[in-house]
């Protein structure tokens, strides 16, 4: 088929089907049409064919038919885009040989690095000095190319007249870490122009977006650094349409079969249970944290004051238990339910890696921005298996994203703040292998307090050996061996990921008096709860920030059951998961009381209350004496008279030495600092 009769196909095909769509693109000033490839192959198979083996040279006709049409405006360039190519030339990134050169393919990926947009030489008109001829030279290469030689035989320096620049941006694209089977995957750098670099498409291939890429792979020459050119090729997809495919949670397709079981769900007597039970059907027990994913999977409301203080809606839980309890298999699970889940393993992560480092661009020059898992996920979840294994400083870029839900870069020559809205899951094992039921959580988690103090929901899973409950387990997992197919929901996988999309889209409930009223008397009377004689040395059991968790969980249980309002009842099922998580994790055995002190800092109440009474006792000796100095024996005679142990003196004494308030001047004996 001649060029001719190429163009008169494009031109019948776009008069019966988009001629109204050419005229409004015209009329807004827009200079491309999107035109359906499957279209296209049942108006005519021949000349699809030829789109695949040579799409260059086609869309040029594209374009040259389109120029035919009696037009309200005159354009001077425009661009035919086509989406809906046919599965048969789908290629993976890893599978791109150079058979594929220069034909029409497409692949699907992970934007990872994005370039600012520049103009880009295409094509510069040089004028000969000597006969005057005008040369048209295409500038297809990274380097600017001259004319070396005129056709009247002049060679040397020729005047440049003019040069058409077309805007250009170059894209990171690397496969989809589901699409492959624990393999490395692969990236290829892709080059957009002219309206593919519009405002608009900009949004939609921000990092971290996935997307549906067209195009053909050319071949761009390396130049070595003596100047010559490399025997070997670069690789690079020149883009011809790009869509983004669910970029985010907003992009929902939800048929109507599955609203009505989405609903039906919902209204079911206890959707709480029904979910959770289908959430890791081929885990034994753990409801209470599978309920508790439940809830986070749903998520609260993101809340923006006028004050510009955003409060998070997004709740964080991490799970810190014994080897082999589960743990690990119930994050993989939650990375295939979960909208948008990225997983990770704290000993392979570091904080570049989590949030975002700033890369050489080999591409285009300078410096671009290289997103991280925590911004990769953005409003989805960051599943983080490990944590514990993750060094001091890695970690510390975790305090930001969990709390304040950004990431703040500043470096080279580059200050960015990234949006990571994104909920967290993370596990730990206890710092000595198994968890000591005596011992301080704090002191057997190795995380900083600060850290821990921003999950919602912390929960201990403990393996005690009980016969009934391991008989039970036994029978389960040995059950699961022998039937695998067993281990199956009521609920499927896909419909679970359609259910918490739905949820957290659409579905913004408002909190009712009834509830705050139920949270605040809860709040209240745990605060006022706490051990100890006078204010100062009461234990703290709760603090503004499980108050925030509260009413994270209350909404998130309103949205389970796509209700516009949180009841009373949302308020008590997320006082009962908080009470169950400080029950857990923040008891005094002492006093029987809980006290936040024992997750957030390595000293609890009680101890603090212990270590005022011993210094108020040394400091009433010293005046009773009338001496500096005094035995340890008289400060454990009164200590007793005030149900302190002599144990616990010593300990407390041994204390405030390392802090530096007392010394031990002789054996026996102390002094205050």
């Given amino acids: 088929m001649d060029i001719d009769e190429q163009i008169k196909v494009f031109r019948e095909f776009i008069e019966q089907n988009y001629y109204p769509q050419l005229l409004e693109a015209v009329r807004k000033g827009q200079n491309w049409l999107v035109l359906d490839f499957s279209g296209l192959i049942k108006f005519n198979t021949e000349i699809t064919e030829e789109i695949l083996e040579n799409p260059e040279e086609l869309l040029k006709a594209a374009e040259l038919a389109i120029k035919e049409f009696d037009l309200p405006k005159k354009v001077k360039k425009f661009n035919v885009r086509l989406n809906n190519l046919p599965e048969s030339q789908k290629i993976q990134i890893s599978e791109i040989r150079s058979k594929h050169l220069n034909k029409f393919v497409w692949a699907e990926g992970v934007v990872r690095n994005k370039t600012d947009v520049r103009p880009h030489v295409t094509a510069a008109k040089f004028e ?241 921005l290289e997103a991280g898992t925590l911004v990769l996920a953005n409003k989805g979840f960051a599943v983080i298996d490990e944590m514990d294994k993750m060094g001091k400083e890695d970690r510390s870029a975790l305090h930001e994203a969990l709390e304040q839900q950004s990431v703040s870069i500043a470096k080279a020559n580059i200050q960015a703040t990234l949006r990571c809205e994104t909920t967290v899951l993370a596990a730990a094992n206890p710092k000595y292998g198994r968890f000591d039921p005596y011992e301080l959580i704090a002191n057997q988690i190795d995380l900083p307090p600060t850290l821990i103090n921003r999950f919602d929901l912390i929960f201990p899973i403990k393996d005690m050996p009980n016969r009934e409950k391991d008989e039970l387990m036994a029978s389960f997992i040995l059950s699961m061996h022998k039937n695998p197919e067993s281990g199956v929901g009521k609920i499927s996988t896909e419909i679970l990921k359609k259910y918490f999309s739905y949820v957290r889209k659409m579905v913004h409930p408002q909190i009712s008096d009834a509830a705050i009223e139920e949270l605040k008397d809860y709040y209240i009377t745990m605060r006022n709860s706490g051990a100890g004689d006078d204010a100062g040395r009461k234990s703290i059991p709760i603090t503004a920030r499980q108050l925030e968790a509260l009413v994270r969980l209350a909404e998130a249980s309103a949205k389970i059951k796509l209700a516009k309002i949180v009841t009373k009842e949302d308020a008590k099922k997320a006082i009962e998961m908080i009470d169950y998580c400080l029950n857990q994790i923040a008891k005094d055995k002492d006093t029987g009381k809980i006290d936040i002190d024992r997750i957030s800092s390595r000293i609890t109440a009680t101890q603090r209350g212990g270590i005022s009474i011993i210094k108020e006792l040394i400091g009433s000796l010293e005046e009773q004496m009338g001496a500096k100095i005094i035995p340890i024996e008289n400060i454990i005679e009164v200590a007793q008279g005030k149900n302190i142990s002599k144990d616990q003196v010593e300990d407390i004494l041994e204390k405030l030495r390392r802090s530096g308030d007392i010394f031990e001047p002789k054996r026996g004996f102390v002094q205050k600092l």
């Avoid at 997809?237 to 949670?249: F, H, M, Q, R």
């Avoid at 393993?345 to 591409?363: I, P, R």
């Fill in 128 to 368: 000969c000095p000597s006969c005057g001829n005008i040369l048209n030279i295409l500038q297809l290469d990274k380097k600017y190319k001259e004319p070396s030689r005129c056709g009247c035989g002049r060679k040397g320096k020729f005047k440049e007249i003019s040069k058409e620049l077309v805007d250009g941006q170059g894209l990171v694209l690397e496969e989809a870490p589901d699409d492959l089977d624990g393999a490395q995957p692969k990236r290829i750098n892709v080059f957009l122009k002219d309206d593919l670099v519009s405002p608009i498409s900009e949004r939609r291939t921000s990092p971290g977006s996935r997307v549906k890429l067209s195009g053909w792979p050319t071949e761009v020459p390396i130049t070595l650094r003596s100047g010559g050119q490399a025997i070997k090729y670069d690789l690079i997809i020149e883009a011809n349409y790009v869509e983004p495919i669910e970029e985010d949670i907003t992009d929902l397709n939800i048929s109507e079969k599955e609203l009505k079981e989405i609903k039906e769900i919902a209204n079911s007597p206890d959707p709480l249970m029904l979910l959770a039970q289908s959430i890791a059907p081929s885990i034994y027990g753990h409801d209470k944290v599978k309920q508790a994913l439940v809830l986070q999977l749903s998520g609260g409301c993101r809340k923006v004051r006028p004050d510009g203080v955003i409060t998070r809606g997004d709740v964080h839980t991490l799970l810190i238990g014994d080897p082999g309890s589960g743990k690990s298999q119930l994050l993989k699970r939650i990375t295939k339910v979960a909208p948008k889940a990225r997983f990770t393993s704290g000993k392979g992560a570091t904080a570049a890696g989590l949030t975002a480092s700033v890369v050489k661009d080999e591409f285009l020059g300078g410096w671009s």
